[in-house]
């Protein structure tokens, strides 16, 4: 069965850098897209970044864009977020989440989904 372990979470100082890493497992992911959610406190999950699994494509949230970058590791089976200039407004849950569909940025497509990992970003 397919499995998402995210790891990298911590608490930072505004400004300050982080990665989160995803371990995916339990099968192939040709032609399937990868992406990172978050959820703040009392608000929605909302989507972050996603990745073609085959051809390295990328989307990002407005939010972020400039700020993140998505990456993957098709032998390793690893997804990356690299996360830059860090405000308290990213402070939430990142979760991992996977897909077979064809909507990359729609949290309603995505079918597995990681524990999730806590990012603090102090000011």
């Known amino acids: 069965q397919v499995q998402l372990v995210e790891s990298g979470g911590g608490l930072v100082q505004a400004g300050d850098s982080l990665r989160l890493s995803c371990a995916a497992s339990g099968r192939t992911f040709t032609g399937w897209y990868m992406g990172w959610f978050r959820q703040a406190p009392g608000k929605e999950r909302e989507f972050v970044a996603a990745?073609?699994?085959?051809?390295?494509?990328?989307y990002y949230a407005e939010s972020v864009k400039g700020r993140f970058t998505i990456s993957r590791d098709k032998a390793k089976n690893t997804v990356w977020l690299q996360m830059n200039s860090l405000k308290p407004e990213d402070t939430a849950v990142y979760y991992c989440?996977?897909?077979?569909?064809?909507?990359?940025?729609?949290?309603?497509?995505?079918?597995?989904w990681g524990q999730g990992t806590q990012v603090t970003v102090s000011s």
């Open positions: 989440a996977a897909q077979y569909s064809d909507s990359p940025t729609t949290k309603s497509k995505y079918d597995y």
């Open positions: 990745i073609n699994w085959s051809g390295g494509s990328m």
